[in-house]
């Protein structure tokens, strides 16, 4: 588990612009079951997330003219319950984090994993999250 005062920045990236904060197993199942799109975003403190992961997914969600119902985010290492749920919900994909889901009416239609992360820039990340966002959200 990582220290709060590590960690509590790297939430702040994604909740001072209204991402949902999950933290409990049951806080992912009740957000999970709602009609519409929700975007989850599987924080960490890797690099990629710092320099990839979150910028991407922030340039998506405030570049896009459709963006998902709900924003949410839970940290891996730190929101332990509510990530493991979340993944849970991710399989058949094997655990990652950095990871971003977009879910519509409780049904996983689009996941980036770690690996489809690393080593790209925020840019590639928020346009590929903008055509999914136009394929799956209102």
Do not use: W
């Not at 690099?47 to 922030?58: D, E, F, I, K, Y």
């Not at 340039?59 to 290492?77: C, E, I, Q, W, Y």
């Amino acid at each position: 588990m990582y220290p709060a005062e590590i960690v509590i920045p790297m939430k702040a990236e994604l909740t001072d612009s209204g991402f949902e904060e999950l933290l409990t197993a049951a806080e992912v199942d009740t957000t999970l079951q709602k009609e519409g799109t929700t975007l989850v975003v599987i924080n960490s403190v890797c690099g990629c997330a710092a320099g990839a992961c979150r910028p991407g997914v922030l340039m998506a969600v405030h570049n896009s003219t459709k963006r998902p119902d709900r924003l949410t985010t839970s940290f891996a290492g730190f929101d332990v319950e509510a990530v493991n749920k979340v993944r849970q919900h991710l399989l058949p994909y094997p655990p990652s984090s950095p990871a971003i889901a977009l879910f519509k009416d409780g049904q996983l239609v689009s996941i980036v994993e770690r690996h489809q992360i690393e080593g790209r820039p925020a840019q590639v990340i928020a346009q590929h999250l903008i055509n999914e966002f136009n394929k799956y959200c209102n």
